[in-house]
């Protein structure tokens, strides 16, 4: 028996089996889509927002009994671009303030910045700032100030910043305490205690809407708050993702739009730019036909003109470089003048600065003993009656900075000696300045501390690294420190904002025995045609600024002096690195 095998045509078989595998897609739909829908979206964060009921227009209870204001829609929007699910919560302030702490809400919406609050609070930036107003009847007395309420009754919801500062003044005694702004305000209309003192926006609201005519502001401007986003301590990542999500607010746009539909009501009325471009195009238009007109006719004018012009650039040019050249020969004379004139200069303007400053040092000393001996007396008012005003401010705060104002006018006393005589070494050299060891490390730690103002105005991003074991130079440890001054404010004054990075390194280089300060800054950089005649007396770019070009000629001769080397490695718009170079002590 033969078995014979037909062959089948592969056009048969794929159509075959394409017809099998449209039999299974149609019999197993679910499974198919269960094979096609394979991503699983990510899962959101839903972050518990709390907020006060009744602080309009930040934050309040809507006709439908729903949280709605400036607060609420600014938190949606950082939520939208963070990606994150919100849930809001709403009470009495009080009660979202212990809420939060219980952890039964994740953030506060909106909070006044305090010192004291910071003990148990993380803050962003703040999203606004609150002016707070002295409310009053129409009868009651007008006061200009919060010391003019002393003796007096005054109403403040509990918890509140108002409450808080308030009771740091002393007027513990005469505070009276609500649940809400609205309760205070309803309590003073109604004839009872003095004064309220709120938040100037929700009370003038509340006035309005609950139609309390009785009550008027009499101070406007008692206190300036910065109202925040807060987080309990340690949920810091949480409030870096608000934070993050408010900057983005701010430079799409968005944050303004929502700033100006709930507190832009006190602005001036927005332009209707329809109408501005209807009655534009109807007067311009017009206009605009007979200045094209005008156009057509001047352009044939100046063609002609710029034949004649052309003619005239080449002696223009000429001419403007005879000038240039006579100018800079008359530049040089003037410079050789004022160094000569300098050192006779100098003399008498040390002896007019020096004098009045030795009176201040001389008086100085005095007026700390002077202090010291009237702080017992201070001290023991203080524990005996509280708090009271010293110079305007709280002695509270005054008793701490007292001392350290002394202090700070002591050390800028001898910077200005400092500094005369340095002025005084760069017209006459001194060759009987007497030298010690010194270390470096020391040195610029003192030029921070002179300039921390300035560093901190400049910039937030500030590091030094210091090398351990630093050997010791031999040289003049005030002249070195005013280098080391002259660099930082260099360094803080390149920068075109707090967000560029200014840092400081101390390192030892054994190859030539020497010790090296480096100061980086992230700044605008110097042009290359300038780094050479950065020393040169007089030179600056500053000087529409108060430049005067002295501060890098007397430390390169300060450097000079020590047997070191001064080093400028600078890009425009990328940043500079000076390199200070110093000689070890040598050793025996």
């Known amino acids: 028996m033969v078995l014979k095998i037909r ?42 927002g709390g907020g006060d009921r009744d602080y309009p227009p930040y934050e309040f209870l809507d006709k439908d009994g729903k949280l709605a204001g400036y607060n609420v829609d600014l938190t949606r929007a950082i939520a939208e671009v963070m990606g994150m699910q919100v849930e809001f919560r709403s009470g009495g302030w009080s009660e979202m303030r212990n809420a939060l702490q219980g952890r039964t809400v994740d953030v506060l919406q909106g909070i006044s910045y305090s010192d004291d609050r910071t003990k148990t609070l993380s803050f962003s930036p703040p999203h606004t700032i609150i002016n707070h107003s002295i409310f009053a009847r129409k009868e009651t007395p007008p006061v200009g100030s919060i010391e003019e309420l002393r003796g007096k009754e005054i109403v403040v919801f509990r918890d509140g910043i108002m409450h808080d500062y308030l009771t740091s003044l002393g007027f513990s005694k005469n505070l009276v305490m609500t649940d809400t702004p609205a309760d205070a305000l309803r309590l003073l209309a109604s004839g009872k205690h003095d004064y309220a003192v709120l938040a100037m926006l929700p009370g003038m609201y509340i006035i309005r809407e609950h139609k309390l005519s009785n009550l008027v502001v009499v101070a406007r401007t008692i206190s300036t708050q910065r109202y925040c986003y807060a987080v309990k301590k340690g949920n810091e990542e949480l409030l870096a993702r608000f934070n993050e999500g408010l900057a983005i607010l701010k430079k799409t746009g968005k944050y303004q739009e929502i700033y100006d539909r709930w507190l832009g009501v006190l602005g001036p009325p927005k332009v209707a730019w329809e109408k501005v471009v209807w009655y534009g195009v109807m007067v311009l238009g017009p206009l605009l036909l007979i200045l094209a007109g005008t156009v057509i006719w001047s352009r044939t004018l100046q063609k002609r003109v710029a034949q004649r012009t052309g003619e005239l650039a080449l002696e223009v040019v000429e001419r403007k470089r005879a000038l240039d050249e006579l100018k800079l020969h ?37 007026l700390r003993e002077v202090y010291q001996d009237a702080e017992e007396v201070l001290e023991t008012r203080y524990h005996e009656q509280g708090d009271f005003t010293l110079g305007g401010l709280p002695y509270s705060r005054m008793r701490n900075e007292v001392p350290c104002m002394l202090e700070e006018m002591q050390e800028a006393a001898n910077r200005i000696k ?67 001054v002259n660099l930082i404010l260099n360094a803080c004054q390149s920068l075109p904002d707090s967000e560029h990075r200014i840092s400081i390194t101390t390192l030892y280089d054994q190859e030539k025995d020497s010790v090296m300060l480096k100061v980086s800054d992230e700044g605008i950089g110097i042009s290359p045609e300038n780094i050479p005649h950065l020393t040169d007396p007089f030179f600056t770019t500053k000087r529409e600024t108060g430049g005067t070009g002295l501060g890098l000629s007397v430390s390169a001769s300060i450097v000079k002096e020590h047997g070191g080397s001064l080093e400028f490695d600078s890009e425009p718009g990328t940043g500079t690195i000076v390199a200070l170079t110093l000689p070890c002590c040598r050793r025996t």
Request: aromatic residues 4%; proline residues 6%.
């Open 330 to 366: 008359q530049d040089k004379l003037i410079q050789a003048d004022k160094m000569a004139s300098l050192g006779i200069l100098v003399a008498g303007v040390a002896h007019e600065i020096n004098n009045p400053n030795g009176l201040i040092l001389l008086n100085m000393p005095i």
């Open 418 to 484: 400092r500094i005369v005589e340095e002025l005084k070494d760069f017209a006459r050299q001194d060759t009987s300045t007497t030298t010690e060891p010194v270390d470096l490390n020391n040195v610029v730690k003192a030029a921070i501390r002179l300039v921390d103002s300035s560093i901190r105005s400049a910039t937030r991003y500030f590091e030094t690294c210091y090398s351990p074991s630093l050997p010791m130079i031999q040289g003049n440890a005030q002249r070195i420190e005013q280098v080391a």
């Open 7 to 48: 062959t089948i045509p592969r056009t048969l078989m794929f159509r075959t089996l394409c017809a099998a595998f449209l039999l299974i897609l149609w019999a197993c739909p679910v499974t198919v889509s269960a094979m096609v829908e394979v991503d699983v979206a990510p899962p959101v964060t839903i972050v518990v």
